[in-house]
């Protein structure tokens, strides 16, 4: 029976009620501080690592997948590390409160405990039950958001394209029905999740009102006072509160399989192979030899190089010509290391590149590719990109073998000229300069250049390449235009996979005549006369 003025028991739950709230603030507080701790020392520098590992990773990597699901399972980290660096301090620290508490009520009352147990494995249940429709819709929503990012990031890099064409409107509209896709799909999450919490309320609610009736009725029996009730009504919300957060938390573990598997294409594909050097010998010469290579994009496709060979001398300069789509640029690509071939070596100087390692081959070369990038930043920035530090006077002079500083002193921030979003701001043929520019910079004993005056008119063409010829250095040209071909010393044709080479003096003869070259045999057997 309630005693009217009992101001003993008045204190005493007082002092229940001050010490639960001053022991859930301490324990929040303490929770938090762990969580920033440890979100600041390992968050960022886990993220830092994976992106460093996406750096490594093989060109090829790249040209398999879209950029804005790319960038979905790198963004994939934030909620990994969000629930490692979050769920796990709290789970950790709700379990041993969960522990402690589930002791305190069990002294309390073993029959009322184990109602408190029973109402908890329900909630359990519960949440299993909800476990896999909710991971699936999560991993539609997923899909649905990575197909709209890209579809967004493909709008806006090819913008020009759709205005020539008239396509804004039709473009509009997919992105439109795609935005609707992700909604929809996140509408779907949510409806999940409320439907668990409304079950969860209302399970919890009913549970303690059982536990509230019960131990009312060991009040009037005399087994429960009316002080260790409110104790124990309030330790067992307290239990409920701490295993919802435990259970919770061991869900999101298991959820993180999702995004696991999408942020493991990133971090469980090798990195780049042969980057590093094995190689500790003389320092190789300025030459070049492909002895059998075969490469092809998959293993149910045609070889795209099958069976070629090829030998460039030191200081020496051959053109590569072929139609469009012969492989010209993906042999390049085999040249610079970009892609590795299913079979054949490279060599550069004699040298194995899985010996000499791409790293330090990539020191000695330099490229101008048709893909090539500008960054954001100045003019300045990206001509001496392979070397921030480099002087202006070392900028200005490889501008000026490219055949760009005078474009760039009549601008009004010259060589601070910002470039704009990937060049946005230059014309074709002014980032082509810069682009040769930044790649003479670098001081390279092999420069390799696919089609990088192509935009440039005939009197600009034929100065960018006097100076160039004049460096001599090594040079592996691409190219189309006879004055550009002519230049060189060895012309070859890629035709079929293979190379062939043309005669010098044929191929100007018939260009005199406006027919065909001649065409020699293919080039399949190895070069003599090297180490």
């Known amino acids: 029976m309630l005693v009217i003025n009992d101001y003993h028991l008045l204190t005493l739950l007082g002092i229940v009620y001050l010490s639960v709230t001053v022991f859930s603030a301490l324990f929040s507080g303490l929770r938090s501080w762990v969580v920033i701790h440890i979100n600041a020392t390992l968050g960022v520098q886990w993220a830092a690592n994976v992106f460093a590992h996406l750096m490594r990773l093989p060109q090829d990597f790249f040209e398999k997948r879209q950029i804005g699901d790319l960038v979905s399972r790198y963004g994939a980290i934030q909620e990994i590390r969000n629930t490692i660096t979050t769920k796990l301090v709290s789970a950790s620290l709700d379990g041993l409160l969960s522990v402690a508490i589930l002791v305190v009520i069990a002294i309390y009352s073993l029959r009322l405990t184990a109602i408190v147990l029973v109402v908890f494995a329900l909630y359990l249940l519960l949440r299993w039950m909800v476990f896999y429709p909710l991971r699936a819709a999560t991993e539609r929503r997923i899909f649905a958001a990575a197909r709209q990012q ?10 020009q394209t759709l205005k020539l064409f008239n396509r804004e409107t039709e473009r509009s509209a997919i ?47 005399t087994e429960f006072t009316v002080g260790m009730l409110v104790a124990y009504a309030t330790y067992a919300s307290q239990f409920m509160s701490r295993g919802d957060g435990l259970i919770n938390a061991w869900i999101e573990f298991r959820m993180l399989r999702l995004y696991g598997e999408r942020l493991a294409d990133i971090a469980l594909t090798p990195p780049e192979a042969h980057r590093e050097a094995t190689y500790l010998g003389a320092e190789p010469k300025a030459e070049l030899d492909l002895e059998g290579i075969h490469y092809r994009y998959a293993e149910t496709d045609q070889w795209i190089l099958q069976n070629l060979f090829l030998h460039v001398e030191a200081g020496s300069s051959i053109a590569i010509i072929g139609p469009s789509g012969n492989g010209k ?14 079979q054949g070596t490279i060599c550069y100087g004699g040298v194995d590149l899985r010996h000499l390692g791409l790293q330090r081959y990539r020191g000695y070369i330099s490229a101008v590719m048709q893909s090539d990038r500008l960054f954001a930043g100045s003019i300045a920035n990206n001509i001496a990109f392979a070397n921030p530090d480099t002087p202006l006077e070392k900028i200005i002079e490889a501008a000026c073998l490219a055949g760009i500083h005078a474009e760039i002193s009549a601008m009004t921030m010259g060589y601070e000229t910002l470039v704009g979003d990937m060049g946005s701001t230059l014309s074709g043929g002014q980032q082509q300069r810069i682009f040769l520019a930044r790649a ?8 390799i250049l696919d089609e990088a005056t192509s935009h440039l008119d005939p009197a600009t063409e034929k100065q960018v390449n006097a100076h160039i010829r004049d460096l001599q250095i090594t040079r592996i040209v691409i190219a189309h235009r006879p004055d550009t071909v002519m230049q060189c010393d060895r012309i070859y044709h890629l035709g079929e996979g293979h190379l062939t080479e043309i005669d010098r003096e044929e191929y100007r003869l018939a260009l005199w005549n406006s027919q065909q070259p001649v065409i020699k045999n293919p080039v399949v057997t190895p070069p003599t006369g090297r180490a």
């Open 440 to 447: 003479l910079l670098a001081k390279p004993r092999i420069l």
């Open 175 to 221: 992105f439109s029905n795609l935005l609707v896709e992700t909604t929809n799909q996140n509408i779907r999450v949510q409806q999940l999740t409320s439907l668990f919490d409304v079950a969860q309320k209302f399970l919890i609610g009913i549970g303690h009102v059982v536990i509230i009736w019960i131990a009312t009725l060991m009040v009037m029996h």
């Open 150 to 159: 890209t579809y967004l990031l493909e709008s806006i890099r090819g913008i």
């Open 329 to 342: 640029t993906t042999l390049v690509k085999v040249l610079l290391g970009l892609v590795t071939p299913e």
